[in-house]
């Protein structure tokens, strides 16, 4: 019993650990969201050029996610998500490095692949350590985590920009990345090991793909997801200048508007993923999507 009490403490505190580094890399992804008038001045380009910084480092991110667990089930998830989280600090420390528009979104773009093998493989990981009965409430962790990262990034980058500059704010989020580094260090035996069996060619694994996507649950499903991502990437990217075009607000109302909007993702996530595990998740999907849809008509004009 003693050990088993120990392990789920461990659990937790890994669980910790891992939604400390999801809430980093969605913070990084969105601190400059509202700085997009700002960094458009600065480095003299249109807000539209300026605005790619946000898709360079998001689509790369999400393309390169469909890699990194077959990688992981080759070399051990714990090697890929250490790894992934090296390169994530050191790139996004050189973003601060950048003299031109096009050298931030090279930048951007470098960090958003070397960033994604952390959160998914996150998310396999919770799938590995609990059983099914028991993701809710650690998954919602993760996208609590997700959620939170995007509201303080958006608020707290423009709060801070004016204060220590947009360089820094790279730099420091670097610097938290190695702390967290070390934090997960002592958890690494909780990481299964590498597939000691034969391992899927990248062929099998899109011939995976294909087989979810032909069944109707989970076209759905991965539905559901692809037009959750666009919508909050579209809010996130592109919210802030339609709030200053339309309402004439500053830097500081745009990150407030942006907290809170996700500020209730953060606060209920695991309230959330208990409610998945209790009442099941068929619904809990589609009614976000509904929320979700009816706020952005609200924000539409009259």
């Keep these: 019993m003693e050990n088993e009490d120990k392990r789920e403490m461990r659990l937790q505190r890994l669980l910790w650990v891992l939604s400390a580094a999801t809430f980093l890399i969605f913070f990084q992804a969105y601190m400059v969201a509202p700085l997009i008038p700002r960094l458009s001045e600065l480095f003299g380009v249109s807000s539209q050029r300026i605005g790619l910084i946000v898709p360079a480092y998001m689509i790369p991110y999400g393309v390169s996610t469909l ?15 250490h790894d992934s989280l090296i390169a994530f600090l050191v790139l996004t420390a050189l973003t601060a490095t950048s003299q031109t528009a096009s050298q931030m979104i090279l930048w951007r773009l470098l960090a958003g692949l070397g960033a994604s093998g952390v959160v998914p493989l996150a998310l396999a990981l919770i799938g590995d350590l609990f059983p099914y009965e028991r993701r809710g409430r650690p998954l919602g962790w993760l996208f609590g985590a997700m959620a939170g990262g995007m509201a303080f990034g958006s608020t707290l980058g423009v709060i801070l920009e004016p204060i220590v500059g947009w360089r820094t704010l790279f730099v420091g989020v670097a610097v938290i990345g190695a702390c967290l580094v070390v934090f997960l260090i002592p958890y690494s035996s909780l990481f299964p090991a590498a597939s000691s069996g034969p391992v899927q060619s990248t062929q099998q694994v899109f011939a995976g793909y294909r087989s979810l996507l032909a069944v109707g649950r989970g076209l759905r499903t991965y539905s559901y997801v692809f037009l959750n991502s666009i919508f909050h990437s579209g809010v996130y990217t592109w919210l802030g200048l339609y709030f200053v075009r339309r309402y004439s607000l500053g830097e500081i109302g745009i990150g407030l508007a942006l907290l809170g909007y996700g500020v209730p993702g953060f606060l209920f996530g695991p309230i959330i993923g208990r409610a998945a595990d209790r009442y099941g998740r068929r619904w809990m999907v589609p009614m976000g999507l509904g929320i979700a849809a009816i706020g952005g008509c609200l924000t539409l004009p009259p």
């Design 67 to 81: 890699f990194y667990g077959l990688f992981s089930d080759r070399v051990g998830r714990w090697r890929i998500m």
